[in-house]
């Protein structure tokens, strides 16, 4: 499975960005769980929000309900991220991620994952 992310950029605070992760090869029908994990500078990597592409059930961290969206188009294998009501904090670089079974918060469970993006919100 090869990952490709695109989108990142610089925003205002209470900007919007879209963030699009686009997947190919022969073992992504298996690869159900679709994420987006970032990393701040200086910090752990830290789950964002998943989307089951089967099911099209989702789950989000806390700190990006209300304002992230997740989603998946299933005829070319992309999912999306769309980023409202940036805030300074959610700068950091994106990535996508995906595995088979279940989603999970734990970047060290993903198989795949894509270059990241950068995303930076300024106040």
């Known amino acids: 499975v090869q990952l490709q992310a695109f989108g990142g950029g610089l925003v205002q605070e209470r900007g919007c960005l879209r963030l699009s992760c686009a997947a190919s090869g022969r073992t992504i029908s298996s690869s159900n769980i679709r994420s987006w994990f970032r990393q701040a500078p200086g910090k752990e990597r830290e789950f964002v929000a998943a989307i089951n592409s089967r099911l099209g059930a989702t789950s989000y961290t806390d700190s990006v309900k209300g304002r992230f969206t997740i989603s998946r188009e299933i005829g070319n294998n992309t999912v999306y991220l769309q980023m409202d009501s940036l805030k300074p904090e959610d700068t950091a670089v994106y990535y996508c991620?995906?595995?088979?079974?279940?989603?999970?918060?734990?970047?060290?469970?993903?198989?795949?994952w894509g270059q990241g993006t950068l995303v930076t919100v300024s106040s």
């Open positions: 991620a995906a595995k088979s079974g279940s989603a999970s918060w734990l970047w060290k469970s993903y198989s795949y």
